[in-house]
């Protein structure tokens, strides 16, 4: 069985549990980070140096760090590989739209949700939410032109590249910030929600992330 370290609130952990859902693994999960503690204990340290979340221990006693990296494990070693087509044009273009969310929207998503939700409101600095912003609608500008052309990000079923990408458009669409209509990206985040495997794992309440005055 596969085991995996790290809280259910964490975007990186809910990225991995996406993945662990849509391929119907058996595995269990560890609570660790955020307020369960226990990144800095010898024993997480010798799995993970970087003391952070998540950590996988695969079936066959693999144990890796990165949540990407992670992704695409758990893609590559699925035998129908159903999040990541093999071979051909396909696997490549797969993996460079999977690498495209993750440097053009979710850095920017993720920085916008830190100055946001997880930043005081009294402390919060609208000239850098505002720049965190544009940086976010830079990238889901051209995210909305592609999924104008297909289903998913990176071909017509759901894909690594998708994992990697709407996992933070949970936050993106929920936290409290103005959005201009993106009709398609919407209509792609809708069907997302309608995955039972994102409603458990990613769409999950993140107010006990969110710091108050
Ligand atoms: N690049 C790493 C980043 C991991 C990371 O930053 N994890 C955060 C949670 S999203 C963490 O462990 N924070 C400390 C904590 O949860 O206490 C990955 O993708 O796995």
């Known amino acids: 069985m596969l085991t995996v370290w790290g809280r259910a609130t964490s975007s990186n952990v809910q990225k991995v549990m996406w993945s662990v859902g849509e391929l119907g693994l058996a595995h269990r999960r560890i609570d660790l980070g955020g307020h369960f503690g226990g990144l800095d204990k010898p024993e997480y340290r010798a799995l993970n140096p970087n003391g952070l979340v998540p950590t996988v221990e695969f079936e066959d006693g693999l144990v890796m760090f990165e949540s990407n990296a992670i992704v695409r494990q758990l893609a590559r070693t699925d035998p129908e590989r159903r999040l990541w087509p093999a071979g051909g044009h396909a696997e490549a273009v797969t993996d460079m739209w999977a690498e495209w969310a993750q440097l053009n929207a979710c850095r920017h998503i993720t920085a916008l949700f830190w100055a946001v939700v997880r930043t005081a409101p009294s402390k919060r600095d609208p000239a850098q939410i505002a720049s965190h912003l544009r940086a976010t609608l830079d990238g889901l500008a051209i995210a909305e032109a592609e999924l104008g052309k297909r289903a998913f990000l990176a071909g017509e079923t759901l894909s690594i590249a998708d994992i990697v990408f709407a996992h933070t458009l949970y936050r993106y669409f929920t936290m409290e910030i103005e959005r201009p209509a993106l ?8 069907a997302m929600t309608e995955r039972p495997a994102y409603a ?3 769409m999950v309440d993140y107010q006990v992330l969110r710091v108050h005055d």
């Not at 009709?183 to 809708?190: K, S, W």
């Open 183 to 190: 009709p398609n990206t919407e209509r792609y985040y809708r």
């Open 200 to 202: 458990e794992h990613v």
